[in-house]
């Protein structure tokens, strides 16, 4: 009986640990961006992709972004925030020492607390964990940007499902009541 009643209770804590939400891993945002998505849409030939790593402190964000083929060098690239996509908003994150060139890449680690302008730190977070925020790339030939993406949380696949929990607890069960038997 004291065997069956230490299984139910490793199974009853088990199963409310499905309910207990996992520790905070870094949250991770990707963007292709492209000239289709630009307001309003151009026709070039540049593209890029960027993602944009908030690590578990809510303050620190690395940046690592590709593009190729502008029509001209780049003079400017950051992030925008808060807006509905298909709208523009203000630029909020400038990567600064973005290089000057028509394809190429750029890493960088920004401190929200004194990096971001315009816009407090958990306004940002907000915006850009529901998806109101996005990245893009200007030149002088096209000022308002040339390719642009709208910044999207990529899912955390190392976190189990709770119906896993369930499964793993209804074996465990199922072992206990067999042991039980067999004794």
């Known amino acids: 009986m004291k065997y069956a009643l230490r299984v139910l209770a490793s199974v009853g804590l088990l199963s409310l640990a499905a309910f207990v939400p996992a520790a905070r891993a870094d949250l991770i945002f990707t963007a292709s961006l492209a000239p289709g998505t630009e307001v309003p849409p151009l026709?070039?030939?540049a593209f890029g992709f960027i993602t944009v790593d908030l690590h578990t402190d809510l303050n620190t964000l690395d940046v690592t972004e590709t593009f190729s083929d502008l029509t001209v060098a780049a003079t400017a690239a950051h992030i925008h925030c808060c807006a509905q996509p298909g709208s523009n908003a203000p630029v909020v994150l400038?990567?600064?020492?973005?290089?000057?060139?028509?394809?190429?890449?750029?890493?960088?680690?920004?401190?929200l607390s004194t990096d971001l302008t315009g816009i407090s730190v958990?306004?940002?977070l907000a915006g850009l964990e529901g998806g109101l925020a996005y990245a893009n790339i200007h030149n002088p030939t096209y000022p308002g940007g040339e390719i642009r993406g709208l910044l999207e949380s990529v899912p955390d696949e190392s976190v189990p499902e709770p119906s896993t929990f369930v499964m793993v607890g209804g074996c465990l069960v199922a072992i206990g009541l067999f042991r039980r038997r067999i004794a």
């Open 94 to 111: 400038p990567f600064t020492g973005f290089p000057a060139t028509t394809s190429g890449e750029y890493t960088h680690t920004f401190d």
């Open 43 to 45: 026709d070039t030939p």
């Open 122 to 124: 958990a306004n940002f």
